[in-house]
């Protein structure tokens, strides 16, 4: 049994160190448009901000959107009011954006967006959240990855605006990776993974999919289930916008309940959108995180170089991968958070896992079902 479980481990971890020297290698190859913007090339842009009781974020989203260094005679800005209860003062907060309120018969991020997107005039779509701050130059580097008529789709990265505290900063630590494995995913051919505060497509395309038809049951995963379906009508048209500048600000969540919360919340999305490499790429992470732990364990107690070598191969790959994400998206890496992040990972995944299997989760002063 010893023996079976050291090659199982041996094979197991081998294929992950494959799997993740493909996606260091993928990550570094994504290049974005060079190409520079003209009067004549600029393209008419509208961004929709769905929101629902953010009363204490909508003012710093909208001095960072009055910054927006794009041309104002081709863009506008649509706030989306998803039957907020807080009351905010929306007409004082800018007469340069469209305030839409949601009908009482729609509800739901998806909802809203759908809505803002119908009662756009905007050929290029671009969407974020209310609790998020943007850079003058994002709307800027994203139009210019449509000047490529092929991309039809465009994500970006999304960091914490205040992961100065600890635990903002082990969150930062832990999600960079996941933006990486999206865009180093999508650089192979296996789009998986946006974040719908940093997307962007093409309304055309939005509606040759029939856009959020099909999910509206499931309150999140209005980015990656567009991903899916744009990405089986149009082949090689989605692009990571690796661009420091592009990078848009959120906020971490405050307390350890609120951040499984919403880790179960992101877990839902993908058990309703499995495929083979994703549903195979969940498994050899949660695997190849706990028997890294295991392997250490033994490496230590017996002595052994094998067990130590292999695990400590995985870390530092995995720190690299996580310093190269981070650099991209102007961060750097803390090796203290990055190592605690190890030991975590292997109880934290298996937990979201299981919750996201069997619990509810409330959202927006909502509750909703899983299982």
Known sequence: MVYIFEIGTLVLISIYLIWILVMIFSFLSIRNSTQKLTNDSLLRVSVIVPFRNEVNNLPKLVDSLKQLNYDRSFLEIILVNDHSTDEPELNNLSSEFKILHLPDDLQGKK??????????????????????????????????????????????????????????????????????????????????????????????????????????????????????????????????????????????????????????????????????????????????????IISLAIGFVQQSALYLSIASTKIILDGFFTHLVLKSMGKSLNVFYYLFIVVLYPIYTLYIGIAANAKSYTWKGREHKLG
């Not at 994500?155 to 100065?164: I, R, S």
């Not at 903002?168 to 999206?182: D, K, N, R």
């Open 111 to 292: 909802a809203a967006l759908n809505y803002g997107i119908s009662n756009s005039a905007g050929e290029i779509i671009i969407t974020t959240d209310a609790d998020c701050v943007v850079q003058p130059d994002w709307i800027n580097s994203i139009v210019k990855q449509f000047l490529n008529h092929q991309t039809q789709l465009v994500f970006g990265g999304v960091v914490f605006a205040n992961d100065e505290t600890r635990f903002s900063g082990l969150q930062q630590t832990e999600f960079a990776p996941v933006i990486g494995v999206g865009a180093a995913s999508n650089a192979i051919g296996f789009p998986i993974m946006c974040n719908g505060a940093n997307l962007a497509f093409r309304k055309s395309a939005f509606e040759k999919v029939n856009g959020y038809e099909g999910n509206y049951h499931i309150a999140s995963g209005d980015d990656e289930y567009l991903m899916y379906k744009i990405n089986k009508v149009y082949r090689n048209a989605i692009a990571y916008l690796k661009n420091k500048e592009a990078v848009v600000y959120t906020k971490a969540q405050p307390t350890f309940k609120e951040l499984i919360s919403q880790r179960i919340r992101w877990a839902s999305k993908w058990n309703s959108n499995k495929s083979f490499y994703k549903s195979s790429l969940a498994i050899l992470v949660v695997l190849s995180s706990i028997l890294t």
